[in-house]
């Protein structure tokens, strides 16, 4: 059973609601359609529901089961209106910008996540926003899970016909938020990932904090960043199995870590790959992605108080599918 069919199955032993807000996109459509046939979660998707109904029809996609939430005829609207304004008001929203903002369905979305009356577990988008878009309103109303310092995201990566990681199964991280992370923000990755690759995979998270370099190859400012922060990570969770700093090879080929660092607890068997910039972990996603004809679920965050969790623009029904899936196990542990 694949990694993906493994998670539906997790997903169905306790149903949860996700919200999709971008629901007059196609691809979204056709992702509920499958998701409510395949019956892992139920769907809610947020918008003109008129204009949703319609472009389901004329594509012939069945979302007769999907709860639609038309912002503008809410009967919640009102109050959400209140909660958003109360939640922002500091900030210097004013009551007429929040009438403004529940109208998008992306902040109506998290406002439904945030009201403790609501039956809904957690939010996927990013389809058609960029991931700013999905995040501000997240962070904004929803804000960091307690005891979190940083919001960070990763992508669960499933490489076909692999030995390397946990067969073939990887998080990448941080792949889609932080652009040049501080040692303690590392850190902070590297911990926060541990947990979802365990809570994801169920099995033993093994952490490779990359570089150019392997175990002093050579020195810069970037791997002298990944060294402080192993040393961080062991301080603060000295049972986790962590080495740094590791080129990729050494990191995920036991032949290469015997001969580039045979004293590393990882012995080439890392399947947490932690990148030291978003550059890194961005090019290397798309590169595995597209080159080796992975399966790309995420960005997922990690870090906000609800299960949120953005798609790459360029996402197909399949991977929208795939995040559903994955963010009702999410929300199974919230």
């Known amino acids: 059973m694949s990694f993906i069919d493994q998670i539906k199955e997790r997903a ?38 008129e204009e949703i109904l319609k472009k ?27 909660l958003l304004y109360e939640l922002r008001k500091h900030k210097g929203m004013t009551i007429e910008e929040a009438k403004k903002l529940i109208l998008d369905p992306v902040y109506y979305g998290m406002l439904m996540l945030k009201d403790e009356n609501c039956e809904a577990d957690g939010l996927v988008s990013g389809a058609i926003h960029s991931t700013a878009d999905t995040l501000r309103p997240a962070l904004q109303i929803l804000k960091t899970a307690e005891g979190t310092k940083l919001v960070s995201a990763f992508f669960v990566m499933v490489v076909p016909n692999c030995e390397y990681g946990e067969n073939g199964t990887f998080i990448f991280a941080d792949s889609g938020l932080n652009q040049n992370p501080s040692q303690e923000e590392l850190s902070e990755i ?8 365990y809570q994801l995979v ?16 050579a020195k810069s400012e ?10 961080i990570i062991q301080e603060k969770m000295p049972e986790l199995v962590v080495d740094g700093e590791l080129q990729l090879d050494a990191a995920i080929i036991p032949e290469i870590a015997s001969s580039k660092a045979p004293n590393s607890p990882l012995k080439g068997r890392a399947n947490v790959l932690v990148f030291p910039d978003l550059n890194a972990g961005n090019i290397g996603y798309k590169l595995v992605q597209r080159l080796a004809k992975a399966e790309a679920y995420g960005p997922l965050c ?6 949120v969790n953005d798609l790459s623009r360029g996402c197909t029904s399949e991977d929208i599918v795939g995040v559903v899936a994955i963010s009702a196990v999410q929300a199974q542990n919230k």
């Open 202 to 217: 169920k099995k033993e998270p093994k952490v490779a904090m990359l570089s150019y370099s392997t175990k002093g190859s």
């Open 302 to 307: 990690q870090g906000i108080s609800k299960t």
């Open 190 to 197: 590297a911990i926060a990932s541990s947990k979802s690759f």
């Open 222 to 231: 970037s791997t002298e960043k990944m060294i402080k922060a192993t040393k």
């Open 56 to 82: 389901a029809k004329e594509n012939n996609i069945d979302i007769s089961n999907a709860n639609i939430e038309d912002p503008k005829d809410s009967e919640k609207k009102e109050i959400y209106v209140n």
């Open 12 to 49: 169905k032993e306790n149903i949860k609601t996700i919200i999709l807000p971008e629901a007059t996109d196609i691809r979204i459509l056709k992702a509920t359609e499958t998701v409510l046939n395949e019956k892992f979660a139920k769907i809610t998707l947020v918008g003109n529901k």
